[in-house]
Every structure is written in structure tokens, then in C-alpha cells.
């Protein structure tokens, strides 16, 4: 594979951040309890989602940050470790909320709450997966030895 072709491939990662963080801000819940209805971005959930949007923009700085230093492989951890954070935190408060142990928006009582992931919560699972995957790009190129083909 062509070096132009692998250099483009990295860029998955910062790519992937920024989806996250424009997804962030998008709905990504629809509740409705009581014949009420209210979309609510990641920003308006608050509270542990901010670490979402947090591992996003430190995906995206540290990319740029060693690209500019020309040691890309070592934003490759932070890429990694920054996405599984985001996404355990989305599916442990999907599991909460689905479960009904606790819910991040209102105590329901005996009203039943129903909620539907929306396009925000996909284009952020969508946005860290890309993370991870142009992390494996970002690995550091191996150098022919001089003698071999």
C-alpha cells in the first residue's frame, strides 16, 4: 500500500473525533413520559456524558498535536483508550437507563418512560468506532533495511 494512501487512512481517527463531537451536541434521546416529548443531546444529559465529549476533543488534539511533532504512533493510545472510555460510558448508562435502575433524565414513578436512541447516540458510537479504527493506521511505518526488496 502506497505511503499517500496510509497517511489519508490516519486521518480516520480525527475524523471520527470530530463526528463525536458534532454528534454530541445533537439529540440523542426522544423521551416521552406522559404524553410528553423532549429530544436531549449528550450536552443537555450533562453530568458523566461530558467525559464523551471530553475523550473526543482529546483524540482530536493529541492527533494534531503529535502529527506536528511527527510522532503520530503516540496519539495512537490515546485514540484507543479515549473511544473505549466514551463507549463504555454510553452503554453503561444504556444499560441503566433500559434496565430502569436509574434514570438519567426523571424519576419516573409509575409513569412509564419511553425512550429511542436518535441519530446523536449513533453518530457517536459511529464516530469513536472510526477512532479506533484509524488508530491502526497510526502505527509507525516500518523502513526497508537497505539490500531488501
Excluded at 416529548?37 to 476533543?57: P, Q
Excluded at 494534531?64 to 460510558?89: D, H, N, T
Excluded at 454510553?90 to 409513569?111: E, N
Amino acid at each position: 500500500m502506497s505511503k499517500n494512501i496510509e497517511d489519508k487512512k490516519a486521518f480516520l481517527t480525527p475524523a471520527g473525533a470530530i463526528i463525536a463531537l458534532i454528534c454530541f451536541f445533537l439529540p440523542w434521546v426522544k423521551v416521552s413520559c406522559a404524553g410528553r416529548i423532549k429530544n436531549v443531546s449528550g450536552a443537555e444529559i450533562g453530568g458523566i456524558f461530558w467525559l464523551v465529549f471530553v475523550a473526543a476533543l482529546a483524540i482530536m488534539v493529541a492527533f494534531f498535536y503529535f502529527r506536528s511533532k511527527k510522532q503520530l504512533e503516540k496519539s495512537m493510545p490515546v485514540a484507543i483508550l479515549g473511544s473505549l472510555l466514551a463507549l463504555a460510558v454510553m452503554f453503561i448508562r444504556y444499560i441503566s437507563l433500559s434496565c430502569g435502575q436509574r434514570s438519567v433524565f426523571a424519576k419516573a414513578g409509575s409513569k412509564v418512560i419511553d425512550c429511542t436512541i436518535q441519530v446523536g447516540a449513533i453518530g457517536t458510537i459511529i464516530g469513536f468506532i472510526l477512532a479506533i479504527a484509524g488508530s491502526v493506521f497510526l502505527k509507525p511505518k516500518c523502513e526497508k533495511r537497505e539490500g531488501e526488496h
